[in-house]
């Protein structure tokens, strides 16, 4: 996935992104893919209650990203940022819509689905992320978590599943950072063998396609660094290419090579490499310092803890049988810096999920180790029942997940246009828009819904054309200002936004031409 980032990257910049050159970087990674399965040396899934569990947890995500894009994030920049890269060829920057400078890495993964026509297969890219994590997470613990190997494995990687779960119906990026780290925390423990610098080359260079992926990454590099500073010390001078000079630029050249793109762009366009993140200390371009304010506030409103399953994880140093185990203690290290940086941070759920692989792998170890260190006649006492709380839980759980993606998977046009209707706000207006179009549109509080708006529909929550400079001016002075920045119809949410269109001389300056539910297509008169 990194090296297709790549790929397409190239052909964005360039303006080659089409049909013809997605198609052939899929088919080169098939190639690839087929001679690398040819030389796997596939592990034995441990059978009985193990792959039981494994099976209750995977079930219901292959069903969850089968619906039509719904999730808010998605719908509001992730792909209608891919749908303009899709039907432009390039890599544009795209002011109308949210963050136009973030890095988009695992994005363009989302433009190429897009440029083959298919708005699915993105949540399908993005929950490839969440089974590779697992697989990942299960050979992990197979080989580092003492026995019984097989139950710890499968407990880690249903926590994993289980905790991630409402990621699969999502075109985010979350789970795709998560799949990155967790992929480079492994190339690390490879490095400690011999020969094992290609290894930390590798993981600089996935460290490199999740920071291209998502800012937060970037926190990871001071451990990154140290790391790097303790396999120096272990391996010596046989680590060397031929100075410890040419080790450290070739590992920053892998990590620069999937993401000094976008952070170059936003350095020499807006003078912040981090841009809007920088905007206090390098100056603010299309935000301001109100909306910076304004989104930590949302992220302090939105803060919550981690999942309880993952919590049994704050115990693995305590226990001695794990504690001696290197690979556990440096995932407790790299867990324990990842949930610090984010309290320090955020404290905004998701952005921790990079963090819940490795919490799942010591979760598991835990619980494994404390079940048995109890007595034997009470741990086979215990055991069956545990197993079979967990097989229950499982099962509920993916039931109701799966009675819950079932109606919202589409078949058909028809399906798929009721589903829309019902679930996504404005979507008839939309649609409406779609086929009688408006040469300029501003819309208030529909954010969640603009992949299905008309190209270059305007309005946010943040930049130069935020809601708030806008929903309190009274009829005459919001006519006045959108009809100077070229506007021709307004689009309003009325239940979030319910004061603008009640102003008495409202409709002396806009013209009511569609409502929808609580939403409301207005033009504006002319004349004024």
Not at 273 to 292: A, C, I, K, S, V
Request: proline share 7%; hydrophobic share 55%.
């Amino acid at each position: 996935m990194g090296l297709v980032i790549c790929a397409l990257q190239g052909l964005a910049i360039a303006g080659l992104l089409n049909t013809a050159s997605v198609l052939l970087v899929i088919g080169c990674g098939l190639v690839a893919a087929a001679l690398q399965i040819c030389q796997m040396a596939w592990p034995r899934l441990a059978p009985g209650w193990p792959l039981l569990l494994l099976l209750l947890a995977t079930l219901p995500t292959l069903f969850a990203p089968l619906r039509p894009p719904l999730a808010w994030d998605a719908l509001m920049y992730h792909l209608p940022h891919a749908r303009e890269w899709a039907l432009t060829g390039h890599l544009g920057v795209h002011e109308w819509l949210r963050y136009p400078w973030f890095p988009y890495n695992f994005d363009l993964l989302f433009a190429a689905a897009l440029v083959l026509g298919n708005d699915v297969l993105p949540q399908l890219i993005h929950a490839s992320t969440g089974w590779v994590t697992a697989w990942l997470l299960y050979r992990l613990a197979m080989q580092y978590l003492p026995a019984p190997a097989g139950a710890a494995a499968a407990l880690a990687t249903v926590t994993w599943l289980v905790t991630s779960r409402s990621h699969y119906s999502a075109a985010y990026v979350d789970m795709a950072v998560a799949m990155f780290l967790t992929a480079a925390f492994t190339a690390m423990q490879v490095s400690i063998r011999p020969a094992g610098r290609r290894a930390v080359w590798l993981a600089a260079f996935l460290l490199g396609v999740a920071a291209g992926s998502k800012y937060q990454v970037l926190g990871l590099l001071p451990l990154f660094g140290a790391a790097l500073l303790w396999r120096h010390r272990m391996q010596g001078p046989g680590w060397r290419i031929r100075s410890e000079w040419d080790t450290w630029l070739v590992t920053a050249l892998c990590f620069a090579l999937p993401c000094l793109y976008w952070y170059a762009r936003n350095a020499l366009l807006t003078g912040d490499p981090f841009n809007p993140l920088g905007g206090r200390l390098l100056g603010f371009t299309d935000w301001n310092l109100g909306d910076y304010l304004w989104q930590l506030q949302d992220l302090r409103n939105h803060a919550g803890w981690p999942h309880w399953a993952l919590w049994p994880a704050l115990a693995a140093p305590l226990l001695p049988s794990l504690r001696r185990i290197p690979a556990l203690r440096a995932a407790w290290l790299v867990a324990a810096y990842m949930a610090l940086v984010w309290l320090l941070s955020s404290r905004y759920p998701r952005y921790l999920l990079p963090a819940y692989p490795l919490l799942s792998l010591l979760s598991a170890a835990v619980c494994i180790q404390l079940l048995r260190q109890l007595p034997a006649k009470l741990y086979r006492a215990l055991a069956p029942v545990f197993v079979g709380l967990l097989v229950l839980a499982l099962g509920i759980i993916g039931a109701r997940s799966i009675a819950k993606s079932w109606p919202l998977m589409a078949p058909t046009q028809a399906a798929r246009d009721t589903i829309l209707q019902q679930q996504v706000a404005g979507y008839q207006v939309w649609r409406y828009l779609q086929e009688h179009p408006e040469a300029k549109l501003y819309q208030m509080n529909l954010e969640d819904s603009l992949y299905y708006a008309p190209r270059a529909t305007w309005g946010d929550v943040f930049g130069p054309w935020r809601y708030r400079d806008y929903q309190h001016l009274s009829p005459q002075p919001l006519h006045h200002k959108l009809k100077s920045e070229g506007f021709t119809a307004l689009v309003i949410h009325t239940g979030r936004a319910p004061t603008v269109a009640q102003q008495s001389a409202f409709l002396q300056y806009f013209e009511l031409m569609l409502v929808v539910g609580e939403v409301s297509l207005y033009r504006l008169r002319p004349g004024f």
